[in-house]
């Protein structure tokens, strides 16, 4: 079947979902946000309040300010998801590169023998080196200038990966006792910190991207701990759960041991306050809020 659906204008858009029962109290207003955020867009957030998803009418006395209430929400998550995955990344990238560099020297990521697949090895290198050429940083210029190292030291390295990048290396590092010791900062086994930056690396870019972040389920999600801390233990949940909640629980413990005395999770109970959201669409239990790391 051929798509044969033309174009709508804005007011046509508008138009169509009054028809479809959304109540518009402000047409300028409304008319505003759709030319400037996409129909198609904020369809992801009026969706749940359809009654019916295959003629889409909704909820009676559904508003658009309701549908973007939750718009502005998801938004304002993603900003509060960011802030704590730049702290845990700038965090992963010193505590690997200290590590790193004081037990195998400064460019011990030039030895292919302290990684583990020597294809991804080679693969993550090339990255690295496409990364440094194309690299404006002043530092990087200069330490490519003076010095004949094909690569700079990995302190300096690092700080033009990608949080992606950080994962594969911290990933692909051969021996599980590295690994352990740069896990061990966060009170978590290696195999849980290996799975969460995998995991975080996909909810940096579903953020980077601007999708949608509240009710998503994710495809790659993090592994559960089974030992540790008990706070964490009796905070995440073990279903299985591919929604939020476990990774905002992971970011929430992170946050705790890299800036003790953070506003986090603070700024995420007034984000839910103010635009008046249940959380249970993004995952979270009915007892959350008694739960060690969300009890404060």
Avoid at 207 to 230: D, M, Q, S, Y
Avoid at 269 to 280: C, K, M, R, V
Wanted: charged share 20%; hydrophobic share 35%; glycine share 4%.
């Amino acid at each position: 079947m051929r798509f044969s659906k033309p174009p709508l204008s804005h007011d046509a858009q508008l138009d169509l979902l009054q028809q479809r029962g959304l109540v518009i109290d402000d047409r300028s207003r409304a008319l505003h946000y759709l030319s400037h955020l996409n129909y198609y867009r904020l369809g992801a957030y009026w969706l749940p309040f359809e009654s019916d998803h295959e003629s889409h009418e909704f909820q009676s006395g559904t508003t658009f300010e309701q549908v973007l209430n939750l718009y502005i929400f998801d938004r304002e998550l993603r900003l509060l998801v960011l802030d704590a995955l730049e702290r845990i990344e700038v965090s992963v990238r010193a505590g690997w590169a200290y590590y790193m560099a004081h037990t195998y020297g400064p460019h011990c990521h030039l030895n292919p023998e302290l990684f583990k697949a020597r294809w991804h090895y080679a693969r993550h290198r090339q990255q690295l080196e496409k990364a440094v050429r194309h690299s404006q940083e002043t530092f990087i210029r200069h330490l490519q200038q003076e010095y004949e190292e094909p690569l700079p030291p990995i302190w300096a390295l690092v700080e033009v990966m990608t949080f992606g990048q950080i994962s594969q290396w911290f990933t692909n590092t051969r021996h599980r006792a590295d690994r352990n010791a740069v896990a061990r900062r966060y009170g978590i086994d290696e195999r849980i910190l290996v799975s969460l930056m995998h995991h975080l690396t996909t909810v940096r870019n579903t953020c980077a991207h601007h999708a949608r972040l509240w009710n998503r389920e994710f495809t790659v999600i993090p592994t559960t701990p089974t030992k540790g801390p008990e706070a964490l233990l009796e905070s995440v949940r073990h279903d299985g759960d591919r929604r939020l909640y476990n990774t905002l629980t992971m970011l929430l413990f992170l946050m705790n041991t890299i800036n003790p005395g953070h506003h986090w999770h603070s700024r995420f109970f007034g984000l839910l306050e103010s635009h008046a959201i249940d959380p249970e669409a993004m995952g979270f239990p009915p007892d959350w809020r008694n739960r060690p790391l969300w009890n404060c």
